[in-house]
């Protein structure tokens, strides 16, 4: 069965009609595969709803709704929410230091958790994850690394 692996600005076009909305929908939707986010993403998805509906002019309702279309999707068993580890921790740590320092780039600290624990997720799985993200500067950074590539299948989408 094939894993997929959400980041929040990939995951967040299942909620909020973008250009990945249709591609994202089909594939949490699918009974054929298991689709997993970090705890990280749980808290990371409430402000990235915040500041979508923001920008569209929502009202507190409908990021209500929205909201609360997410919590089902877990409650349901369609996102399964991994905890980060301790060794999820470090391994950020260790990508921070090759972004911010090896390679001069800008990674945050929610983005580098979450992409090791989808590192951590495919390691323990003993197969290759699909990592599903629409920030083209943590795919590229990624990109860049022979543990992720090797173990994850990175995939970006439009935003």
Not at 80 to 88: A, G, K, Q, Y
Not at 131 to 159: E, N, V
């Amino acid at each position: 069965m094939q894993i997929y692996f959400f980041d929040t600005s990939a995951l967040q076009h299942r909620y909020v009609n973008g250009p990945s909305s249709r591609a994202v929908r089909r594939i949490v939707s699918d009974e054929r595969v298991i689709c997993y986010i970090a705890d990280w993403t749980v808290v990371e998805m409430a402000s990235t709803l915040a500041r979508r509906c923001r920008q569209l002019s929502f009202s507190c309702r409908q990021f209500d709704r929205l909201e609360g279309q997410f919590f089902a999707d877990i409650a349901s068993g369609r996102l399964n929410v991994r905890i980060t580890s301790t060794r999820d921790f470090t391994r950020a740590r260790d990508l921070l230091r090759f972004a911010g320092m090896i390679r001069a780039r800008r990674l945050s600290s929610g983005d580098a958790l979450i992409a090791a624990c989808g590192l951590d997720l495919a390691y323990s799985e003993k197969q290759r994850v699909i990592f599903c993200t629409s920030d083209r500067p943590l795919h590229s950074i990624l990109g860049d690394i022979t543990a992720f590539t090797s173990a994850l299948k990175l995939r970006l989408f439009q935003t």
